[in-house]
């Protein structure tokens, strides 16, 4: 079986452990939790009649109380960076955390998700203009709270990439 | 908890967004840096509670050096983990308003505490780990079996592959870990090498080939399904005095919970503040809009009607400027009926665009529209002002309003710095350039833009103008907020404008500048992203 390291990444409160919970679990809940070190899940997913055994790694959040250790990101084959809509300063953060990762991993994939999208009517700006300043990755709009695209994410690094 | 007054205004949003969660104070101050207002609980932090009229300076001397003596702040600043005599460790941030300066201190005693007491376990841990490694684990587990069962750690030793073997009794939770081989020996239970341990494991090796002193921990990490309790641990590695590789593993659940539970409110209060920055910032570009929206039409209107009292009424020319200067009238009255739909329909709008070539504005008929409007004004100080637009169309990201907003800005800057006699001149053509991905960025005082066959064409309007241009201290903060040129020619202006076209550029996602032009005087330019 194919086993991939996959690993969450991105600012605090944007929603990395809600977007493991709705695609591992299928629950979403609305009560802000911080993450401490590293919380990890698996799930099996199947790719194109193949199973994919999938090793996600929810990190931390990076901030000034706590910022990612880069042995963490060791053997991953693709990261999701996660920012939040309403928080236009998590795009800086995910720009800085995708080129830790791809220094480790440099045949790594990576996929922007700008998440809370059920929050569209608060988000900082607007959608076009989030594509436009992620035009260095693939990128995708998600919300934990609805489901939208977070299957789609996971689905797409359990499809490409390679450690 | 004390508070002098009811909250109003500012206040109100600081005692809404930050008071609910935690001990906090709070004070606003007036352009003087004297307190307007305060509440909250002053004497937690060990501060006598102010007096309003008082300088803040005088209340609060910690201040000194992060206030100016009068005037507008520049930008928030913050002051971590500050701690007064006999009081809790406060966070204090300065805001910039409209009138003066918001103070904001929240107890953040707690946080500090727990940095102490990580502190604290990790000079306990490295006691620990001495204390093993001097003795050899042999005689630890023989001696201080008491000591490891009370710390909740599990005792292993790896060989050269990092096989880890149990040592000593283990406790039911880390039993769990470990499966009897052939030979009987309890070993860790290995993964698929992409767990978290097994990832640890290789950074331990590598720590135990080096033969370093000390020890290295791996960090918490939890493991555990949503149905079952959550089994968060930190593992440790060691190398004892035989040069034995030493895994300790520790349970650190309820450290993790205390962490946890630290760094949750700490985060909270951060994005309290978040969300009141932004609340402050929208404020402050409402105030901006106003300013400019009433100054630009009056100012037109002043320069017409300037002119019409040296003319007879009755040529065409005439009554074109008495017609140009109603509309004017008409519109300033409409924005003075208008107002307090503005004060929410503003922000919105400045964070809209549009980025579809059919329905985006044309920045070649902006520039057109500008040049007719602001010609009399011009004329008005003999100053000439011409364009050369390069062949279009000229369809941008942006929103029509406020591109005209930007153009009036940059226009009326040029205006006011240009000498009788000279030429304003607005150049649009296009460049080539990679777009900017990240946000910010746009206070270079020079622009050079890349031509690589990847780079993408955009748009460039030049103001050109044969002003003395800018000072050079000033050049790179010349599009921030209540900054002027550094001219004796700039008085009289705020200094919003050029932050207006900053705010707005950037939203569009586009730059803005400032480069001396050549043969003396400024070039203000903006790039904008071409729509499509």
């Keep these: ?163 | 908890m004390s508070d002098e007054s009811a909250p109003e205004g500012f206040a109100q949003a600081l005692w809404q967004a930050a008071l609910g969660e935690g001990l906090s104070a709070w004070a606003e101050l007036d352009a003087d840096q004297r307190v307007v207002r305060f509440g909250g609980d002053w004497g937690h932090f060990g501060w006598e509670h102010p007096q309003v009229g008082q300088a803040a300076m005088d209340a609060l001397p910690l201040l000194l050096g992060e206030l100016p003596a009068r005037g507008p702040l520049q930008g928030m600043r913050r002051m971590h983990a500050v701690q007064w005599t006999g009081g809790a460790a406060a966070d204090l941030t300065l805001f910039p308003l409209p009138q003066g300066t918001g103070l904001l201190a929240y107890d953040v005693s707690a946080q500090v505490a727990h940095q102490g007491r990580m502190q604290q376990e990790g000079n306990q841990l490295s006691l620990v780990t001495a204390r093993l490694a001097g003795k050899g684990l042999g005689s630890a587990l023989n001696s201080e079996d008491d000591l490891l069962s009370l710390l909740k750690m599990a005792v292993f030793e790896a060989d050269e592959e990092g096989r880890c073997r149990a040592l000593g009794t283990l406790a039911p939770w880390a039993e769990a870990l470990v499966e009897e081989n052939a030979a009987g020996e309890r070993t860790l239970v290995r993964g698929d090498g992409l767990g978290f341990l097994d990832n640890f494991l290789e950074d331990a090796l590598e720590f135990w080939r080096a033969g370093a002193a000390g020890h290295l921990t791996s960090g918490v990490w939890c493991e555990g399904q949503p149905d079952e309790e959550e089994r968060c641990y930190e593992a440790l590695a060691v190398l004892d005095e035989q040069g034995r590789r030493n895994l300790v593993l520790e349970r650190v659940d309820a450290r993790f919970q205390e962490r946890q539970r630290v760094l949750q409110r700490a985060r909270q209060a951060h994005l309290s503040l978040e969300t009141l920055e932004g609340e402050v910032h929208k404020k402050e570009v409402l105030l901006q809009c106003i300013v400019h929206d009433l100054r630009g039409p009056l100012s037109n209107m002043m320069a017409v009607l300037s002119l019409l009292d040296e003319r007879d009424m009755e040529r065409p020319k005439e009554k074109e400027l008495l017609a140009l200067a109603r509309r004017q009238a008409d519109k300033q009255d409409r924005m003075m009926r208008e107002l307090l739909d503005i004060f929410a329909a503003e922000v919105r709008a400045l964070q809209s665009f549009e980025a579809h070539a059919a329905s985006a504005p044309d920045l070649g008929a902006a520039v057109e529209y500008q040049v007719q409007h602001m010609g009399p004004a011009f004329e008005e100080k003999g100053v000439r002002l011409s364009a050369r637009v390069e062949p279009g169309p000229w369809p941008v990201v942006a929103d029509a309003d406020r591109l005209d907003r930007v153009l009036r800005n940059l226009v009326g800057n040029a205006l006011h710095h240009a000498p009788a006699g000279s030429e304003v001149e607005l150049w649009l053509h296009r460049t080539r350039r990679k777009p900017e991905v990240a946000p910010g960025g746009s206070r270079q005082s020079s622009s050079s833009a890349p031509s690589d066959a990847t780079a993408e064409e955009w748009a460039e309007l030049s103001v050109l103008d044969r002003g003395p241009g800018v000072a050079p201290d000033k050049a790179t903060q010349i599009f921030d907020r209540f900054v002027q040129s550094g001219l004796a020619t700039s008085g009289g202006t705020v200094g919003l404008g050029l932050y207006f076209c900053r705010n707005a550029v950037q939203t569009w996602g586009g730059r803005c500048g400032y480069r001396d032009r050549e043969g003396g005087g400024a070039d203000f330019w903006i790039q904008l992203r071409p729509a499509r």
Excluded at chain 1, 4 to 15: E, H, N, P, R, T
Aim: some cysteine; charged content about 30%.
């Design chain 1, 1 to 163: 079986m194919i086993r991939k390291k996959i690993c969450l990444l991105g600012s605090f409160a944007v929603g990395k452990t809600s977007l493991v919970r709705r695609f591992v679990h299928s629950e979403f809940s609305d009560r802000y939790q911080t993450t401490v070190g590293v919380k990890v899940d698996k799930k099996l997913v199947r790719v194109e009649d193949q199973d994919v055994s999938l090793v996600i790694w929810d990190l931390h959040g990076e901030d000034r109380w706590q910022t990612v250790r880069t042995s963490y990101l060791r053997g991953a084959s693709g990261a999701l960076l996660v920012a939040d809509g309403t928080r236009l300063e998590t795009l800086e953060v995910v720009r800085g955390l995708s080129q830790t990762f791809l220094d480790m991993n440099p045949k790594a994939t990576v996929r922007v998700l700008v998440n809370k999208l059920d929050l569209l009517e608060s988000f900082a700006i607007p959608q076009e203009e989030w594509r436009a300043r992620i035009d260095w990755a693939p990128m995708a709009f998600t919300s934990a709270k609805t489901g939208e695209g977070v299957e789609e994410a996971f689905e797409a690094l359990a499809r490409g990439g390679s450690a």
